[in-house]
């Protein structure tokens, strides 16, 4: 009897009792609906979740505990000796005597490791998929395989026979209380709610898991390499050694490179952003005629609706070889990673960002200071000037911030299009390096998972998060404050 | 309503002005829609002209046109006369920023700029480069304020925001904002409708006062202002002028029996 049956029989119970509850709750009203509590839909409902949310609950939690309890149980069943035929063919000599004398002491034999393997190949042989099970092992490990399928076999007939008791049960239960006077439209409000509120904490305590997981891998890396160093040292090279007796790289993990690196491409974006992204909002939201603006807008939004990762080859493609060709025919050597190169596209990114913000901000200045100012004999631009962006000022820096954090964020178009050298420059014809490259970089690949190269990616993922979250909280402040304004 | 005994009085003294502004046929359209029909009146030198008429007749949008605030708005289009000192405003050659310096408005609700009061009172004139210095601009704001009644409120907080006054005191401010720009015409779209009794009846005053300066127009919903503040008033209906005279012949005496109706609130 397989879950997803189980499932299928826990909404066909779900959808009869709405069926169910619906009739009843007409038949008791004896054709005088309006003698009802609720509307004849809230029983339906009522009975339906009460059929459907506790057996719910329950196919949830035997989910998460079904494959500990019965591997606990596989293994519990084997004895020494199976073990210990098992452990002669597949383990490696020093790790079998170790078993060895575990089990002549009757104690808990198996290393996690070694369970996990043993677990592997049970599971091989359980699911009829011998060819990949040591043919010498085979017999020894047959009847765990054949102990485990009983069990799940078991288990699934198990959960089906109480899903189907705990749904009828509920079923039954709601649908002999109805009557006139159940509150049922209260009842399944209150339901409701509590749904609600759940997923809002699942969304919270993810973020706040992230969170933690970071801080505290944060804090597990500044163990090993001093916040000071972290955050003032100017060398970045996480290279460490993998064994303790390799030559080579001890690793620095000073990270102002990265930083600088990530502001001279942020800056480089905003550049190109902000006159250009203000600009066209300006122009869009004052002087545009409807069908222009009909047509900029969806245009604009398109824009922003490009992946990144095709902004990325935009920029190593056209945009790098470009500006080295320029910086060649007046005799400078630029990089073809430099930073001008990612810092013009992300620019270029963040352009319908900054344009619809600032679109937005610009809009919620009331026609009325408009007029007033136009009525004075002002013309169009001195009414802009004067006027329409003093007004709208505080919108435009929270916009800004907004879109500062967004490139300082902003993966794709620097993975491919910077450089992965840590170099402590602000020049924007070399290449550089931003915390999200390096980010990306010391975790692609095979990874150990408690060096300080690794390591240093979760304090490099806090820096980042605690700097967008800055800049976020305040231009959302910004802005929030002057939209009271005028409301 | 109106004592009869007075009743031709005002009509002598607006008979002898000269006409400052005359609208000739005009029309109004908002795209295909026609707002006006064909208006035709004369606002004589230092009177006030009320323009009253049930919503939706087309009060604003005449009013708009006199100093061309309807060219803000894409679809509108105007055609007609309407002659300044006798010459047209809608002539292509006429600049429209000097023309709205010459011809200030007042909009229905106060609009102060989230500047100072300060600064706000010398807004036009710094654009139209009235003054330079310092103590000029000092000059102008006390004067306007002076004229709009505010300056005693204000006086000692010149340089807080505009915006943190009362309605009354900002419409006020928008009138001595409008005033500071030395305008011929006032063109006022139902200044006191967002205010109290005791704010309308300082703004009714200020405007009697006012007249003595300048020609002002004035839209308004409520009769017994009209009654109070102007010398002539206008009857519009449904994107006509209906009739215009003398107001208290409008009142006491209306030729047209739309106006009638109107007046004695049998609709509106
Ligand atoms: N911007 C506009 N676009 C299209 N039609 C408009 C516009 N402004 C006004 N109208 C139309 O023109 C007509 C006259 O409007 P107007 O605002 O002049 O009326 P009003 O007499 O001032 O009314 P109220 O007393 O309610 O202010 C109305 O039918 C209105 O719908
Ligand atoms: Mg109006």
Redesign the pocket.
Same mark, same amino acid.
């Given at each position: 009897m397989s879950a997803t049956f189980t499932v299928g029989l826990l909404l066909l119970l779900s959808a009869v009792g709405f069926w169910m509850g619906r009739t009843r709750a007409v038949t008791v009203a004896g054709g005088r609906i309006a003698t009802l509590h609720s509307v004849p839909n809230y029983y339906g409902s009522f009975v339906a979740l009460w059929a459907g949310l506790p057996a719910l609950v329950l196919v949830l939690c035997w989910m998460a505990l079904r494959g500990p309890v019965i591997d606990w149980l596989v293994l519990d069943g084997l004895t020494p000796e199976q073990v210990e035929i098992w452990a002669r063919v597949m383990l490696p000599p020093n790790d079998l005597s170790a078993l060895l004398a575990n089990i002549a002491e009757e104690t808990d034999a198996l290393t996690e490791t070694h369970r996990q393997l043993l677990l592997i190949n049970i599971n091989n042989l359980a699911a009829g998929q011998a060819q990949y099970v040591n043919a010498a092992v085979v017999g020894a490990i047959q009847p765990a395989a054949d102990h485990l399928n009983s069990l799940r076999n078991l288990a699934n007939w198990t959960l089906f026979a109480a899903v189907a008791a705990l749904s009828a049960g509920g079923l039954a239960f709601t649908w002999s209380r109805i009557n006139p006077s159940l509150r049922a439209r209260n009842n399944v409000e209150r339901i409701v709610t509590w749904l609600l509120i759940l997923c809002s904490t699942i969304a919270v305590f993810t973020t706040v898991g992230i969170v933690l997981s970071l801080l505290f891998e944060s804090i597990r890396f500044f163990t090993k390499v001093p916040v000071t160093e972290f955050l003032f040292g100017l060398h970045w090279s996480p290279q460490t050694a993998i064994r303790a007796d390799q030559v080579g790289s001890s690793g620095a993990f000073g990270a102002i490179p990265l930083f600088t690196g990530t502001l001279l491409i942020a800056t480089i974006a905003m550049i190109v952003a902000a006159p250009v992204g203000l600009m066209s909002a300006i122009y869009l939201s004052e002087y545009a005629p409807k069908k222009v603006r009909g047509l900029v807008k969806p245009v604009l939004e398109i824009l922003a609706g490009v992946p990144t990762v095709v902004y990325g080859f935009f920029a190593i493609l056209t945009v790098a070889p470009f500006i080295r060709d320029m910086g060649a025919a007046v005799g400078l050597s630029i990089s073809s990673q430099s930073a001008l190169a990612a810092g013009i596209v992300m620019g270029v990114m963040i352009v319908p960002f900054v344009s619809s913000l600032a679109d937005d901000v610009i809009n919620a200045v009331p026609q009325s200071l408009r007029d007033g100012s136009l009525g004075l004999g002002a013309t169009r631009s001195e009414t802009i000037k004067q006027v329409v962006l003093p007004a709208a000022l505080p919108g435009i820096v929270g916009a800004m911030l907004l879109a500062v954090s967004r490139a300082i964020g902003e993966t794709m178009i620097v993975v491919m299009a910077a450089g992965l050298q840590a170099n402590l420059t602000l020049n924007p014809l070399e290449s550089v390096t931003t915390v999200t490259v390096q980010i990306k970089s010391i975790l692609v690949g095979d990874q150990e998972f408690d060096s300080a190269k690794t390591l240093s990616v979760f304090a490099l993922g806090l820096v980042l998060f605690l700097v967008t979250l800055v800049l976020n909280v305040v231009a959302l402040r910004i802005v929030q404050k002057y939209r009271e304004k005028y409301d | 309503m109106m004592d009869t005994t007075t009743m031709t009085m005002p009509t002598e003294t607006t008979a002898t002005q000269p006409v400052k502004m005359s609208a000739k046929t005009v029309k109004v359209f908002?795209?295909e829609?026609r707002?006006l029909h064909g208006v035709n009146v004369d606002i004589y030198q230092n009177e006030v002209l009320a323009m009253i @008429?049930p919503? @939706?007749? @087309?009060?604003?949008?005449?009013l708009r046109t006199l100093n061309r605030m309807n060219d803000t #708005?894409d #679809?509108?289009r105007v055609e007609g006369q309407i002659l300044l000192d006798g010459e047209d405003i809608y002539d292509p050659r006429l600049d429209v920023v000097q023309l709205r310096a010459r011809v200030g408005m007042v909009f229905q609700k106060p609009n102060p700029f989230p500047k100072s009061i300060y600064e706000n009172v010398i807004y036009g004139p710094k654009l139209h480069g009235l003054a330079t210095r310092k103590d000029e601009f000092d000059a102008i704001v006390e004067q306007s304020l002076k004229r709009a009644g505010l300056w005693n409120e204000v006086k000692d907080r010149l340089h807080e925001p505009g915006t943190g006054l009362s309605g009354g005191q900002q419409q006020r401010l928008c009138i001595a904002r409008a005033v500071a720009v030395s305008p011929e015409v006032i063109l006022m779209d139902?200044p006191c409708s967002a205010l109290d009794p005791i704010a309308t009846a300082h703004i009714e005053e200020l405007i009697d006062e006012l007249r003595e300066s300048f020609t002002i127009a004035i839209?308004t919903?409520n009769m017994q202002q009209a009654a109070r503040v102007s010398q002539r008033t206008a009857f519009?209906h449904l @994107?006509d002028l209906v009739e215009v005279g003398p107001t208290e012949e409008i009142f006491t005496n209306p030729r047209d029996e739309r106006t009638q109706g109107y007046i004695t609130g049998r609709y509106g």
């Open positions: - | 908002y795209g829609k707002a @008429g919503s @939706g007749c @087309g009060k604003s949008t005449f #708005i #679809i509108c139902e839209v919903h519009f @994107g």
